[in-house]
């Protein structure tokens, strides 16, 4: 069965470094993957998805993720961290079929310090 | 483009109660809409998929008789909680994909905090 995997339940840095967010998949077949962004009191904000060709993907708010397969992972990356990047991060993989449906990581806070 | 509203976005009952939620797809028509649920520092689990003008699939353990999804337009979506008990307590949360497919994009609404007395 699908599954998604982040290990980090709660990451800090500082302000104006770089970040690394970990996601590993379990899916036997190409998967579709997605990292959403969930700020309070607004709903969770898709950063970037990926479905095929080139491995890294760049997303919205400098964000950007590389998949590969051969480590089942697909880590989101931002080069510099700014105070208003401090939510929850989601990765999720299409759970399979044509249903549309996902299955979501447990979910990284991040703590934006000055 | 593509706002998901949902109301109320809090809303505080009494046991044995019942509690609808709406979700509503401001400016597209959504082929599909989701229903999750979230518990305090977790993930989001899947409660059920709903299209428009058929019957609610049901992820494995959802009481579909707790949980009345129904899907009545385009653009909107609720989900009641019937006979709710304390232990419903808990962040809903809807999508709704403009397209269906694996590769749909989900829009998801601002949530719902439901706490049962």
């Known amino acids: 069965a699908q599954s998604v995997t982040q290990p980090d339940i709660h990451i800090t840095v500082s302000e104006g470094a770089s970040l690394e967010l970990r996601c590993n998949y379990s899916?036997?077949?190409?998967?579709?993957l997605f990292w959403y962004v969930q700020s309070p009191g607004q709903g969770l904000q898709l950063l970037l998805k990926?479905?095929?060709?080139?491995?890294l993907v760049q997303g919205i708010k400098g964000f950007e993720a590389e998949f590969k397969r051969s480590q089942s992972s697909f880590n989101l990356r931002k080069p510099s961290v700014h105070w208003s990047d401090a939510a929850e991060y989601f990765c999720?993989?299409?759970?399979?079929?044509?249903?549309?449906?996902?299955?979501f990581g447990q979910g990284t806070t991040l703590q934006v310090k000055p | 483009g593509a706002v998901v509203s949902q109301h109320p976005s809090w809303v505080i009952c009494k046991s044995g109660t019942s509690v609808k939620i709406e979700c509503r797809s401001l400016?597209?028509?959504?082929?599909?809409m989701f229903w999750y649920r979230q518990f305090p520092k977790q993930s989001l689990m899947l409660m059920a998929t709903?299209?428009?003008?058929?019957?609610?699939?049901?992820e494995q353990g959802v009481e579909k008789d707790k949980f009345l999804i129904n899907h009545a337009s385009l653009t909107l979506s609720t989900l009641t909680v019937t006979s709710a008990h304390p232990e419903d307590s808990s962040f809903y949360i809807c999508?709704?994909?403009?397209?269906?497919?694996?590769?749909?994009?989900?829009?998801f609404g601002p949530g719902t905090r439901l706490t049962v007395l």
């Open positions: 400016d597209f028509q959504a082929t599909t």
């Open positions: 899916y036997g077949a190409t998967p579709y």
């Open positions: 999720a993989v299409g759970a399979g079929g044509n249903t549309g449906k996902l299955i």
């Open positions: 999508s709704a994909s403009l397209t269906g497919g694996p590769s749909a994009t989900q829009y």
């Open positions: 990926y479905f095929s060709g080139d491995t």
């Open positions: 709903s299209n428009e003008g058929s019957k609610a699939t049901y």
